[in-house]
């Protein structure tokens, strides 16, 4: 069969999407394009935004519109948040919620185009294991990611995920270090750790662990590619992790921390577990004892409550701060939750005003950070598609794309690149002299497709 696949929202989704992928490859299954003629098309949905749930709809959409004949298949967050909105799309014949998924490939196999859609969506509430999806080894990308956590036990009061994804549940430590293993034997460079809510890993496991002991685990471990850790919230960020950040090579030098906003009246009432003053002594303590990290994170404009004092706060403090680069969503009102309900909305001009404002003042910081390495050599994961004007792409560990020229043979290897300009885009350079670069093992392929969001409502 001829499966295509989309993926909508954060990196959790597409290391789940790419498992699936992987399953369905293992089974003897034709992997395309989302934009060509497929005889099943997966559409793995996020719903942390209304316009999270428009592009799921979107997507769905177009599946049908390119081939009627084939079978369209829902599955994700917004599945699981909304099941009847999501059968009564046109043309879609199955949706599945989050505990369903894992297990896609055996309801496509009972599935059958009969004008209307079948919903199989369980109860995420009170689960306690983490689905097995095995490690996603995946051909179509150059870096892998690895789901080790999954749901989240706070309750922000903006956000769904709870109520899509559940409580937290962890991975074994013991099973993620033989997943990285497996990672690095097939070639993979770069292991992202991933997560609804990554700081708890651990706590949920008998006897508990921490994020911080597993990354040690994995430190010591004799071969490994280099691993990121995807977005931690501020508090969870311990010292011992921070020593290793600094101490360790196969960790890269580079954090995501949701910030949400630098206004202290509004943490509150978004009910994040930081203040905007720990904010700010964590991204110091950070870039005081990591040299070179690059600190990035999320921001909400637009939160009910958001006066132009508060908006203004938030632009002080990340002004003050060496960041690398911050998303600016505006947000979005979500069903279910208690801010949903408060009467302060901000009008949506002002959402985007401010927005406008905001991604200004970040992308002068993001500028000003690049800055920093002209002339430095990094060590880069050579990414596997293509460049502006034919040059390969690389990303090194603190987050810095370089393009520059090489053979393509080194995609989904590494390479050392000396910085040689800064652009509005990244950076670019060449390969340092006498420098070939390591070509990959075991990987190859192109980029799958993917959704990228410019609103949230999630740490």
Known sequence: MRIAFATVGCRLNQFETDALRGKAQAEGHAIVPFDAAAELYVINTCTITAEADADSRRLARQAVRRNPSALVAVTGCYAQAAPGAVAAIPGVDLVLGNGEKPKLLGYVQEARKNGGAQVFVGVVGGRRQIDDYGPGIDSDRTRAFLKVQDGCNYHCSFCIVPDVRGGNRSQPPDRILEQI?????????????????????????????????????????????????????????????????????????????????????????????????????????????????????????????????????????????????????????????????????????????????????????????RRRFLGEALEVVVLDRDGPDGLLEGLSDNYLRVWFAGNPALRGGLARVRVEQVTGRGLLGSLRDGEAGRPPANVAGGEPAFVALDTIGVA
Request: hydrophobic share 40%.
């Open 181 to 369: 293993r497996r990672l690095h034997g097939a070639g993979f460079p770069e292991v992202v750790l991933t997560g609804i809510h990554l700081g708890t890993y651990g706590r949920d496991l008998t006897p508990p662990t921490s994020l911080s002991e597993l990354c040690r685990r994995i430190a010591a471990l004799d071969e490994a590619p280099r691993l990121r850790l995807s977005s931690l919230d501020p508090h969870e960020v311990k010292p011992d992790l921070i020593r290793l950040l600094a101490e360790s090579p196969r960790f890269c030098r580079h954090l995501h921390l949701p910030l949400q906003s630098g206004d202290e009246q509004l943490l509150r009432r978004m009910r994040r577990g930081h203040t905007a003053t720990q904010f700010r002594d964590l991204v110091e303590r950070l870039v005081a004892e990591v040299p070179g990290i690059a600190v990035s994170g999320d921001v909400i404009v637009g939160f009910p409550g958001e006066d132009d004092q508060a908006f203004q706060e938030t632009c002080d403090l990340l002004e003050a701060l060496p960041m690398a680069g911050m998303h600016v969503f505006s947000y979005s009102r979500r069903p279910g939750t208690d801010a949903a309900g408060y009467a302060d909305q901000v009008p949506r001009h002002v959402k985007a005003e401010r927005s406008r404002v905001l991604r200004s003042l970040v992308a002068r910081k993001g500028q000003a950070f």
